[in-house]
């Protein structure tokens, strides 16, 4: 199994609302992604886990908060986004930090 | 500061041509070089990857020339097929191991 999933698919939320992106490997990978990627530009690293543990944050707005409950599992809550927040995020995973990342196809998030 | 530059950024090729992406670096702490394609809606796909000590890789119809003294590296598609019109995105990672520097993205058409 070489596949990284992610749920939902589309999501379109207002502004106020508490909603959470989820991403799910199993190939034993030990580390995990967060990207945030726009129309027509390349993905944006968010955040960064290593065994399970936060090891980087591109100073991302707090309204955007990571978790990582296993080591297959990463979370991105989201609470008070704004449009410009719109965009594809991606979830990847690989082996470890050094390794090849194999990315998920994304949510497709909408701020209205 | 765009670390990776990539260009073209639109290339329309006819069927059964050759494709060529180029790339240019300027962090000589560079040391694994992917190339990801990435069709619409969908996730980026890693597709080939070189490290710098080999000049050229070859995977099927696509290669990666790498020339670490001009500090350049190149994807070719041969024989290129309608099914490979996506946008291709270059991406180098430092040998501190974390993090993927992409280049800005090639949207590539093939013409049947």
Known sequence: DTEVTQTPKHLVMGMTNKKSLKCEQHMGHRA???????????????????????SINESVPSRFSPECPNSSLLNLHLHALQPEDSALYLCASSQGTSYEQYFGPGTRLTVT | QQQVKQSPQSLIVQKGGISIINCAYE???????????????????????????VSEKKEGRFTISFNKSAKQFSLHIMDSQPGDSATYFCAARDNAGNMLTFGGGTRLMVKP
């Open chain 1, 32 to 54: 995990m992604y967060w990207y945030k990627q726009k129309a027509k530009k390349p993905p944006e690293l968010m955040f960064v886990y290593s065994y399970e543990k936060l």
């Open chain 2, 27 to 53: 962090n000589t702490a560079f040391d694994y070089f992917p190339w990801y394609q990435q069709f619409p809606g969908k996730g980026p796909a890693l597709l080939i990857a070189i490290r710098p000590d």
